[in-house]
Structure formats: C-alpha cells, structure tokens
C-alpha cells in the first residue's frame, strides 16, 4: 500500500501565494506519475498538475503560468507552488500518485482564496 499525506492548505487573499505539499510512504518505491486535483463544491475533481517519473509535466490550462509542480525522487514527495491565487482556485487540493497501474489519494487540503 502506499500512503500519501498532503500539507500546506489554507486561507489566503486574492494574488497570494501558498505552497502544497505532499509526501509518499509505504510501498514508494515505484511510482510513475504524482499529481495534484482539485474539486470545488458541487463541481467534479479536476486534474491541476501532474509530473511523470520522467519529469514531464501536465498543467490544466486555468493554472498555466500561476502554478508550479515539482517533485523530490529521492524524497518522494511533490509539491505544487500556487502563485497569483484566484477565488476559482478555492477547493479541497488532492495528491494523486499512480503506482503499480493503481491511483493513491491523499485526504485532500482545503485552499481557500478570499479577501
């Protein structure tokens, strides 16, 4: 099994920062591609950022250019620094990793954006 726990939510104002975090545990030894996802209330989880084992990475076109995924291989850990905050960015942020053909979620971090 493999255990992802998320840190870093939080309330911040419209054109601020925050930094998530997220860190793997248990069976971490293989795993492709780690992520993040978002769902807002009464909307479906969406796909935010993800980096592949490769280091390529995906960014949902509303994040492009405010968001940055990065990861820790050795640490095995992700973490998305989220830049220029917009109200629509306010929701519960999942990490996702895919190992083994299967998909690991965190317990999802509330960011809310609000003046």
């Known amino acids: 099994q493999l255990q992802l726990v998320e840190s870093g939510g939080g309330l911040v104002q419209p054109g601020g920062s925050l930094r998530l975090s997220c860190a793997a545990s248990?069976?971490?030894?293989?795993?492709?591609?780690m992520g993040w996802y978002r769902q807002a209330p009464g909307k479906q989880r969406e796909l935010v950022a993800a980096?592949?084992?490769?280091?390529?990475?995906n960014y949902a076109d509303s994040v492009k250019g405010r968001f940055i995924i990065s990861r820790d291989y050795a640490k095995n850990t992700v973490s998305l620094q989220m830049n220029g905050l917009k109200a629509e960015d306010t929701a519960v942020y999942y990490c996702?990793?895919?190992?083994?053909?299967?998909?690991?979620w965190g317990q999802g971090t509330q960011v809310t954006v609000s003046s």
């Open positions: 248990g069976r971490a030894f293989n795993i492709n591609t």
């Open positions: 980096i592949s084992k490769g280091g390529s990475t």
């Open positions: 996702n990793a895919l190992s083994f053909g299967n998909d690991y």
